[in-house]
């Protein structure tokens, strides 16, 4: 389960972005995981569970957007249908992903102190 690798690198990740805005507390993380990432959303979910466990991300909440896979034609940028062979059928060039291959941290919510 590779998501557990990928969740303890995002608590890190966002540690360190709380500890350089002396965070009080981290309330919510977003993510985007395309659906060609390689990522399964609910074992990420799982593993953000375990992971978050005495660490600043203790109380955070995780959400989760799922991104579809869009594809695009590598010359001319028109959009490729989903299930279509992947090229361009007014031009012929090969198909381009577009979205949904990203693994994304998008937000941090954080509690800073006033200063």
Excluded: F
């Amino acid at each position: 389960m590779h998501e557990y690798s990928i969740v303890r690198a995002l608590v890190v990740r966002v540690e360190q972005e709380a500890r350089a805005r002396h965070a009080l507390a981290v309330h919510r993380l977003s993510v985007k995981v395309g659906a060609l990432a390689g990522v399964e959303p609910e074992l990420l979910a799982s593993a953000y569970e375990i992971a978050r466990e005495r660490t600043l991300c203790a109380a955070a909440e995780l959400l989760i957007e799922s991104v579809p896979a869009r594809w695009v034609c590598s010359a001319c940028a028109g959009p490729i249908a989903a299930g279509a062979v992947l090229a361009c059928a007014a031009c012929g060039a090969p198909a381009r992903l577009a979205e949904g291959g990203e693994l994304l941290l998008e937000r941090i919510d954080l509690e800073v102190p006033d200063v």
